[in-house]
């Protein structure tokens, strides 16, 4: 078994109910992008962060 797999069912065994509730639908929407071939459509949270970090930033003077 794939170790990212292994290391989700483990997760789902030990978490939260609410947690593990949360992972499957966000696992879950991941997997049906993946099978409409629209995971590049997504926006990254890294990139957000990023955007969100510029935003929080002091304007120059």
């Known amino acids: 078994m794939d170790a990212l797999v292994e ?3 483990a997760g ?3 978490w ?5 509730r949360r992972v499957r639908a966000l696992v879950g929407e991941i997997i049906e ?3 409409a071939d629209a995971l590049d459509l997504m926006r ?3 990139v ?3 955007v ?3 935003l929080d930033e002091p304007a120059p003077r």
Request: aromatic share 0%.
């Open 33 to 35: 992008l993946a099978e």
């Open 16 to 20: 939260q109910p609410d947690t593990t």
């Open 44 to 46: 990254s949270r890294a």
């Open 12 to 14: 789902l065994q030990h």
């Open 52 to 54: 969100l970090n510029l």
């Open 48 to 50: 957000e962060q990023d």
């Open 7 to 9: 290391q989700l069912d």
